[in-house]
């Protein structure tokens, strides 16, 4: 009888694990996104514009309604196409847009792309001076507050960060100048220069229009001491909005820092709070202020429109104002499109900025 012998049953080769898909997002992915979403953005806001605006009827007739005859009024409708299909006209509008033909304004007859570019620098000055002086109080006096916690300095820089982001940007603006410039008399009352700051800034070649710029190429110090002296105070009364945002951000995300291992074995190693605050902490803390900045754009473009009225900065904020009352839509089409466009690139820069420093965000 032959023995049965069991041979060993061969296992299956071991296969080799298969490779995961890296979790997240890469950076590039991530960037294109965000940049494809612009366009969609600026459609819809450059829509409900347009669709907006017609809602008191034309242009012409909510801007010379009254002032002309009717015969003249219907001519002047009729050359500008406003007695067209509605439809026909947002799709001629849209193609204007693409072509960056915005027209001309209705109540001073300008090249609405030459006002925009006259005025909009000025706009883009007051802003960035706004966020300087955001950033130069909003981030120490957070510093300070998350270092002096739950004592009397963290309680005063509370009550101030509230107080910067209530208070109205205009009520702030008109107290500025009655301390500052009538009381005190340290500051001018309102403007951008002097007259002798406007005639030298409008005999310059090929300037920038960010007048503190344009002083310091020409060397003029006096004209940039003057040009310094008249943004002190529209910058502050812009600037205290986001400052009151930026030291509840970085006192929060401080507190949260200083309590991490990394910041305790600081500690323990005998390193001075002094140090790990400015040398460690404070960094991290920055980040959400980093995030948070496209929108604070949006918010001091707002504010601008306010703050220029009450200091008569004449910048976009000002002409939106004076065509508003004038009721010339279609400036105040181009104005707000520009707006709408600035808003939505700032946020996408913001977010490339974001995803570099953070790798977190583009998960």
Do not use: C
């Not at 898909?21 to 590039?28: E, Q, R, T, Y």
């Not at 707002?302 to 004449?314: I, P």
């Amino acid at each position: 009888m032959t023995a049965m012998i069991d041979l060993p049953v061969e296992e299956p080769a071991l296969q080799a694990p298969k490779s995961k898909k890296k979790a997240g997002g890469s950076l590039g992915k991530y960037l294109a996104i965000r940049f494809v979403l612009i366009f969609p953005t600026i459609f819809i806001l450059v829509s409900m514009v347009f669709f907006l605006m017609r809602l008191t009827g034309d242009p012409i007739t909510a801007a010379l309604g009254g002032r002309l005859p009717a015969e003249q009024l219907a001519i002047r409708i009729h050359e500008a196409g406003y007695d067209r299909p509605l439809l026909v006209q947002y799709v001629e509008y849209l193609g204007q847009i693409a072509t960056g033909n915005f027209g001309r304004t209705i109540s001073d007859n300008l090249l609405i792309s030459d006002m925009l570019a006259t005025y909009g620098t000025a706009t883009l000055e007051l802003a960035i001076n706004a966020l300087v002086v955001a950033l130069l109080i909003g981030i120490p006096l957070g510093m300070l507050a998350a270092y002096k916690r739950d004592k009397w300095q963290d309680a005063i820089s509370r009550v101030a960060a509230i107080a910067f982001y209530a208070t109205p940007v205009f009520f702030a603006g008109l107290i500025l100048k009655l301390v500052f410039s009538i009381w005190l008399g340290w500051f001018p009352v309102a403007g951008r220069g002097n007259t002798s700051t406007e005639i030298f800034m409008a005999q310059l070649e090929a300037p920038s229009g960010i007048y503190w710029l344009d002083a310091l190429r020409s060397g003029n110090m006096t004209v940039f001491w003057d040009v310094v002296q008249h943004a002190v105070l529209p910058a502050v009364a812009l600037g205290l909005l986001t400052a009151g945002i930026f030291l509840r951000l970085v006192r929060t995300n401080m507190i949260g820092t200083l309590s991490r291992d990394y910041v305790e074995a600081g500690r323990s190693r005998g390193v001075s709070e002094f140090r790990l605050i400015t040398k460690h902490a404070y960094k991290p803390a920055l980040i959400p202020i980093i995030t948070v900045m496209g929108l604070q754009i949006a918010l001091l473009l707002g504010g601008a429109v306010l703050t220029e009225t009450t200091f008569e900065w004449k910048g976009l904020g000002f002409q939106l104002a004076q065509y508003l009352t004038a009721r010339d839509f279609v400036a105040v089409q181009g104005i707000v499109v520009l707006l709408a466009v600035i808003v939505a690139v700032t946020n996408f820069i913001v977010d490339v900025i974001a995803a570099l420093i953070d790798p977190r965000v583009r998960y």
